[in-house]
Antibody, heavy 121, light 108 residues
Framework: EVQLVQSGGEVVRPGGSLRLSCEGS????????MNWVRQAPGKGLEWISY????????FIADSLRGRFTVSRDNAKTSLYLQVNHLRVEDSAIYYC??????????????WGGGTTVIVSS | DIQLTQSPSFVSASIGDRVTITCRAS??????FAWYRQKPGKAPEFLIS???SFQSGVPSRFSASASGTEITFTISSLQPEDFATYFC??????????FGPGTKVDMK
């Protein structure tokens, strides 16, 4: 079964840091680009970051660059999101998602179950 | 940045109804679009994209099309599992992604 299993979310104080993880199984992880997407309570989806299959090309949303970094360990079939200097407005469910791309299409066909980050004093 | 709007933002419908949702963008989609369904308390799930249909494995009741800056998503016959929120996605600025604000389909 193709799946993405997420972990790492917790309650953290403003200014704190977290490392979110996403482990893939049931597919060849090294063949796929990956995205992180988040959803604040009662809100829509917000794209956070992209990483290519090798980990050499990374894009971060402009508003989050400098605080968020993304990486992957293909040997461990895992994707990571390091979030620093957390703010209350970073409270959200964070999802990892597998990308299917190739001109002329681009979509996310498999999503993790999400991990919840709550930033609160 | 690409801006997306979805209409309607809320739909009240019954089992078997035909439901159509429109997503408009500040920049054309070509085929770089997708639609996702999110049931309450669950992760989003991919439904359909601009890719050739054989790649998607999409249930036949779902269809989508694009024309310039507008994409349309249709459920031909609403099923119980389709009461959910639907998000469009614009991927023309690959690898950056923009999502629409969502359309909630509720039971009439």
């Amino acid at each position: 079964e193709v799946q993405l299993v997420q972990s790492g979310g917790e309650v953290v104080r403003p200014g704190g840091s977290l490392r979110l993880s996403c482990e893939g199984s049931g597919f060849t992880f090294t063949n796929f680009e990956m995205n992180w997407v988040r959803q604040a309570p009662g809100k829509g989806l917000e794209w956070i970051s992209y990483i290519d299959s090798s980990g050499s090309t990374i894009f971060i949303a402009d508003s989050l660059r400098g605080r968020f970094t993304v990486s992957r360990d293909n040997a461990k079939t895992s994707l990571y999101l390091q979030v620093n200097h957390l703010r209350v407005e970073d409270s959200a469910i964070y999802y990892c998602a597998r990308i299917v791309s190739g001109p002329p299409y681009y979509y996310m066909d498999v999503w993790g179950g999400g991990t919840t980050v709550i930033v609160s004093s | 940045d690409i801006q997306l709007t979805q209409s309607p933002s809320f739909v009240s419908a019954s089992i078997g109804d035909r439901v159509t949702i429109t997503c408009r963008a500040s920049q054309g989609f070509n085929s770089f679009f997708a639609w996702y369904r999110q049931k309450p308390g669950k992760a989003p799930e991919f439904l359909i994209s601009g890719a050739p249909s054989f790649q998607s494995g999409v249930p036949s009741r779902f269809s989508a099309s694009a024309s310039g800056t507008e994409i349309t998503f249709t459920i031909s016959s609403l099923q119980p599992e389709d009461f959910a929120t639907y998000f469009c996605q614009h991927g023309y600025s690959y690898p950056r992604v923009t999502f629409g604000p969502g359309t909630k389909v509720d039971m009439k």
